[in-house]
């Protein structure tokens, strides 16, 4: 079913064709699941399973809770990058997670592992989850700028995305608890470098702007992976 959705994409796949391939009947699914839509959900929380697993383990590498949110990050990356279809069927497939209660369960288990480290970083409840969202909406962005290869390709790709998604989690969890103001500033234009994108984390260069360090690597120079 995986390297059919990978083949077909999460929305170009139907259950006749995986009927076929598994070398079932066309009704076979349905003595099993009411719809296509169940299908998929019943996958989602493998892949929910599969996140909770990996980010704790990942985690567990790290005591300070900067470190470990960065390493969430990082590990999120290379879920994306890993489990392609997985990750579609996960977060692309565009189940109702509130009509599902199971599925809801499973996604809030995940932030869960997150929690822990996010409560040390804030004072309040609130506050913690406020930097379990901000954290998690910077590992999916990461991730989706890697599957949309403006990282260009191949390893060095995916070391540079994941190392972009650890330092921007940790820059969150350091400070304030709102991205605008990740910095500690009160100015929300002056947060990243006074309202300038390429001056986001101290660098002129915006391939630099998540402190991998190495220009030749930000702009791809010498690696004939890069595409761009």
Known sequence: MLALVAEKGVHGFSLAEASRRAGVSVAAPYRHYADRGALLAQIALRGYADQESRFAAAMAGE?????????????????AAE??????????AGLDKRGLPELERAG???????????RRLRASETEAEALVVDVGAVAHGFATFYRDGIFG????????????????????????????????????????????????HGSGDPALAH????????????????TD
């Open 63 to 79: 005591s300070e809770p900067g470190g470990q949110l960065a390493a969430f990050a990082a590990a999120y990356v290379h879920f």
């Open 83 to 92: 489990q392609a279809a997985l990750f579609d069927i996960t977060f692309a």
């Open 108 to 118: 809030r288990r995940v932030l869960d592992v997150l929690l822990g480290p996010a």
């Open 153 to 200: 390709s191949g390893p060095k790709a995916l070391r540079r995305a994941a190392a972009g998604a650890a330092h921007a989690a940790e820059l969150l969890a350091h400070g304030s608890g709102d991205p605008a103001l990740a910095h500690g500033s009160g100015d929300p234009a002056e947060a990243d470098g006074a309202g300038d994108p390429a001056l986001a």
């Open 211 to 226: 402190g991998l360090g190495d220009p030749a690597e930000a702009d791809g120079a010498g690696d004939p992976a890069r």
